[in-house]
């Protein structure tokens, strides 16, 4: 790694335009906002207090509460608290599918209920893009079905919730998903709900998706979880504050983190993945 301390590595990449670079920010769901993420002519899109507060405090009490939430005491890309697999971290694809058909009928019970839930946000966006002739579906491999969603939850600290990474290059190309649809989106988003958070927990997001020279320069052949922070010294950077009921979607080439949160209150989020497989089919997973 070319690095020293008066010069640190710097990431190179492909940076964007101001006219991508950006979030739309909304006080209510805007379903083509959030197409527009999906088909690369905007990096994000927020829609703030969604989940309203009765419906938060119910999947907020279901996920405490549930026999299936699970913890680590040393967490690093995943979580401190979690319900659900995530398909990139998991060892196999059989796991994952064995996994995700053993909780789903759990997670979707979890964040199901009357009001605007997760469960039914999805499904206003699956009547959103049936309307215009597009189906929004599981994932699936090999006539399996993905899980929808998983759950995340770190509590307070001084260290950054999630450290900088990209994730569509590493989904892309991680071995164990090999031949999976997945890896054949055109852009691959993270979509997140907000079930709780304090003050912090902000999403950090940066002007670049990195190249592979400069990946592979930090030692970063398939996973790039942990870009050093000076690694990003003077690239452009939005600080996207993430408040307790927002639901939110961005492009997972660029590099991004989570800021610490210091309210004393866990940030908790329901988290999956989508991404257009064609002009006709969209799909998602956890
Ligand atoms: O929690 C967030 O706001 C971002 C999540 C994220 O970066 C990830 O899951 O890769």
Redesign the pocket.
Known sequence: MRTSDSHPFRLTGQAHSADYFRFVERDETDWQAWTAVLRGEVAGAIFRGVLTPDVRDRVRRNFWSSPLLRSRAQSSRDADHWFGDHLFTAPSLDWYLDKADRVRTALEALCAGPGRTPLSLLDEYRDHLADRGVLLRLAEHGGRRAAPFRLRSRADDDALV?SP?D?AEAIRHARHLDGCEVQRVARLC?A?MCVENGSGGE?LYWNIAPDRESRAALGMSTDSYGYPIESLTGIEQLTVP?RAGDVYIFD?ANV?A?APCDGGTPRT?V?LLMGRLDEDTTVYWS
Request: hydrophobic share 40%.
């Open positions: 999630l990474h994730d993270n997140l999403l993430v997972t991004h989570v989020t988290n």
